[in-house]
């Protein structure tokens, strides 16, 4: 590595789908000198896009994770898939950066999954620079984007950038920095005086300087700027076509002089979190890692916190996409992939787990899917490799039941299941099929009520159990309470039902996942000479599932909140369509000749109908959706799941199979 270097900036790209993310990790590796040519995605050549799969459809699947060095700096940069399918990647991307790039088309200017983003670096507050990309394409506005972003946004999102139109090819042209010692053309839009006016929005000192007439030096606002970008207060923009290799060094230069220095301190205790979990062919799993403190060498044992494991650094590698450099060392503030962490997952804190950011939920996958080997006899071998892509993303969450021999997955869209079969194909050699994915619902309580267990026949066995499970708020999830006394029902049997709980609301009476409910155990019992601890694993099912019975269940589905754009002479049949989908939307508005409409939908009603959408306008509308909440079901709507396993209802046919007497 260069010995010159300075400073790290870790930095993530992000943005809605076809923006130009990957063709600008490609222009910032080629204008850095990390390559010597340049990958194009549509051709399939991209470095960051490496996966067969990625270089069959011209997509980003995976994070890719690359480093180059500008101006004595190391720059990690981390490429984000832009399809929602793959948002799990960009979560976790997130969490270990230090500034952002959120790149606009100057199109299309700001799209739903735009605001999406926006909504994430926010909440988790990371210091972000626009990039308003693809400036050579015709149709591009970037002043009506730039009030869009001011509009949407953030009213401090501020150019650094002047602008002119070269009157030969009518196309946008860069001409300076803001910053830059030549005086600005003042018939640019883009004037200086509206950085002057951000700096002092948020600098009491430059203010005053400015309201007593004093002369502001350039220097000054700049400085003043760079403090209010790294307190995420004002955000940058500049402009550029990736494509063309335009604005990419001013964009470097952006990102050095205003993000923010990845901090810590290599002497102290190791501080750091896994992030992202790949397959190496030589040398096996390998655990990207965010280091905040401390110091990283090879044949160091190292502290997984979040497992209570030790493991051995067998080595350190920088990645670049697919080619990787082995270093032996990683200090804080730094990201590496190392090997020798062979029990890691992702989330894993390493060490003292001082400064590890929590993770802001992007993708919530609403469908679950059955997987089919082509051939039977390899069901097993399915089974592991899924548990092998699960550590990679955990998103998958897959449910494997050996007694009925069936695998289900989750998964955020078909598009990912198509990448999930090549996958398959391409590394595992392996065939399956899935069925028709099923829309994920959910079940709570209707009202408070008791569950009641007396498991004390045949013997020898003896647990008495009673549950109050009460209905809580959308999006509350479980909690778990005892009012026993240990004198009645000892610590350890208390223990193994509260172990028991979440298995059982996996399967409601509708046969889906129980929650937002409180369950309280108000009473137990055990015997002296007759309990097992076995007992209470039987026993615990049989109460919940009782009371559930009780109180009976509502069914919950997932909604969606949307975005929608179509040429306004389509806007009648659109709204017409919304409305049979069960949609609530705010009066819809007319901007340059589209009509925008923003609210509320099902999933159940809409997941097909960006299809249809397209179908109807020609390509020329489109339908961007987040995942907001799960809701009550119309009343007597129903949607049954099989259930996997011995109904707890049934308790003769349930106790003989947890005895194995079946």
């Known amino acids: 590595m260069n010995t010159t270097v300075t400073s790290v900036r870790n930095i993530g790209l992000v943005a809605h789908v076809d923006a130009g993310k990957t063709t600008t990790t490609e222009q910032i590796l080629y204008q850095t000198g990390k390559i010597r040519s340049i990958g194009r995605v549509d051709d399939g050549t991209a470095h960051t896009d490496w996966l067969s799969v990625e270089r069959e459809r011209g997509i980003s699947v995976r994070s890719a994770t690359t480093v180059c060095t500008w101006r004595d700096t190391i720059i990690n940069v981390i490429d984000t898939p832009g399809h929602v399918d793959f948002a799990s990647e960009v979560e976790r ?11 606009l088309s100057a199109v299309e200017g700001v799209q739903a999954q735009t605001e999406v983003l926006w909504r994430a670096l926010q909440a988790m507050n990371i210091p972000t620079v626009f990039f308003i990309n693809k400036m050579d394409r015709i149709g591009a506005e970037p002043f009506q984007v730039v009030q869009e972003m001011k509009r949407i946004l953030s009213p401090h999102a501020v150019p650094i950038q002047g602008l002119i139109i ?23 839009l883009l004037l200086y005086d509206q950085v002057v006016e951000e700096a002092t929005l ?9 309201l007593e007439g004093q002369s502001l030096q350039k220097s000054e606002v700049k400085a003043s700027l760079m403090k209010s970008v790294q307190a995420c207060n004002v955000f940058p923009i500049v402009f550029g076509s990736a494509l063309q290799g335009v604005g990419i060094a001013p964009l470097l230069d952006t990102l050095v002089e205003f993000l923010p220095s990845a901090q810590g301190n290599p002497e102290a205790s190791l501080d750091g979190v896994v992030f992202k979990i790949e397959r190496d062919k030589t040398m096996g799993k390998m655990a990207y890692v965010r280091l905040y403190d401390g110091t990283l ?8 916190s979040s497992q209570g494991i030790v493991e051995k650094v067998t080595q350190i ?3 670049n996409a697919q080619s990787h450099e082995d270093v032996g060392i990683l200090k804080a503030g730094d990201i590496a992939a190392i090997s020798g962490f062979t029990s890691a997952r992702i989330g894993d804190v390493l060490g003292k787990a001082a400064s590890v950011r929590k993770p802001y939920p992007l993708a919530v996958p609403l469908l679950t899917v059955q997987v089919f080997p082509e051939i039977p006899a390899q069901f097993p071998e399915v089974v592991a490799a899924f548990r092998e892509l699960v550590q990679e993303d955990p998103s998958l969450d897959m449910n494997y039941y050996n007694e009925e021999q069936e695998i289900h997955i989750k998964v955020m869209g078909t598009i990912a299941l198509e990448v999930l079969k090549s996958i398959l194909a391409t590394r595992f050699s392996l065939v399956v099929h899935f069925d028709r994915p099923t829309v994920i619902y959910k079940e709570t309580p209707k009202k408070a009520g008791y569950g009641f267990v007396a498991y004390t026949m045949p013997k020898p066995c003896w647990a008495i159990l009673r549950f109050l499970i ?20 000892l610590q350890s049997y208390q223990n193994e039902v509260q172990r028991r709980v979440p298995d059982v609301l996996a399967q409601g009476l ?18 002296v000479w007759h309990t097992h601890p076995l007992d209470f694993v039987v026993a615990t099912p049989m109460g919940i599932m009782d009371g559930l019975r009780n109180t009976g269940t509502q069914l919950l589905e997932p909604i969606l909140s949307f975005s929608l754009a179509v040429p306004q002479e389509y806007g009648g049949r659109i709204l017409s369509d919304l409305v049979m989908m069960r949609a609530v939307f705010d009066p819809p508005k007319v901007m340059r000749e589209r009509l925008y409409v923003k609210g509320e939908i099902p ?23 987040q995942f907001l909440t799960y809701r009550n079901c119309p009343e007597s709507f129903e949607v049954h799941r099989p259930r996997r396993g011995v109904d707890p209802l049934d308790t003769a046919k349930f106790i003989l199979h947890a005895r194995k007497a079946l």
């Open 93 to 103: 991307s997130l969490s270990v950066l230090d500034g952002a790039v959120l790149i």
């Open 166 to 188: 070269n009157p030969t090819s009518g196309n946008y042209e860069q001409v300076h920095s803001v910053f830059d010692p030549v005086d600005l053309i003042k018939e640019n």
């Open 202 to 210: 948020h600098d009491d000192t430059l203010l005053a300087a400015y």
């Open 297 to 304: 060498k090879n044949r160091d044992s190292v502290v997984n």
């Open 317 to 319: 590698r920088k990645m």
């Open 470 to 489: 009460e209905p809580r708020e959308r999006g509350s999830g479980l909690v778990y309470t005892s009012q026993v006394r240990t004198e009645d029902l």
């Open 510 to 527: 509708f046969g889906w996942e129980v929650t937002d409910l409180k369950i309280t155990l108000v009473e137990g019992q055990h015997h």
């Open 603 to 625: 999933f159940a009603t809409s997941m097909d109908y960006n299809v249809q959408l397209g179908a109807l306008t020609g390509g020329r509308g489109s339908l961007t959706t």
